[in-house]
């Protein structure tokens, strides 16, 4: 058990890694172009959704059991909050450097992603909680 928490830990520092480089590099000397339409939502803003909807999976497996300890019912909630901190710094870091800029509507993107994915990891955890106690 010890083994997978710390993996959890190890890939969730990873997935904070790439993310911050995501967020924070500049594509523009790269072939990188996302002005395009997917169903038709800017490129940007799915890449956006994409990027932070396994915040709160990879958090909560890296982090679920201490914050149970910690914050008991309000783990979940305390989980979306640092998923909306998390979002709303890398986004506010982006104005620190001269080639990103801070968008709303991105913002609003990460946020969403966000919010589904701690509603997916409470539904989960309670199935897994009555399938398979203990283990997650």
Avoid: C
Avoid at 49 to 69: E, T
Avoid at 88 to 112: G, V
């Amino acid at each position: 058990m010890k083994t997978t928490k710390f993996l959890f830990r190890i890939l969730f520092a990873l997935y904070i890694s790439i993310l911050l480089f995501l967020s924070l590099y500049s594509f523009k000397e790269t072939q990188v172009n996302l002005s395009f339409k997917i169903l038709g939502l800017d490129a940007d803003k799915v890449i956006h959704f994409i990027m932070y909807l396994p915040f709160p999976f990879s958090a909560w497996f890296a982090f679920g059991g201490i914050m149970k300890n910690s914050f008991g019912r309000y783990s979940k909630l305390v989980l979306f909050v640092s998923g909306l901190a998390v979002a709303s710094l890398t986004e506010l870091l982006q104005n620190t450097t001269s080639y990103r800029y801070s968008d709303f509507y991105d913002l609003l993107a990460n946020y969403f992603a966000i919010f589904l994915g701690t509603i997916l990891v409470l539904i989960i955890d309670r199935y897994a909680n009555n399938v398979w106690p203990g283990r997650l």
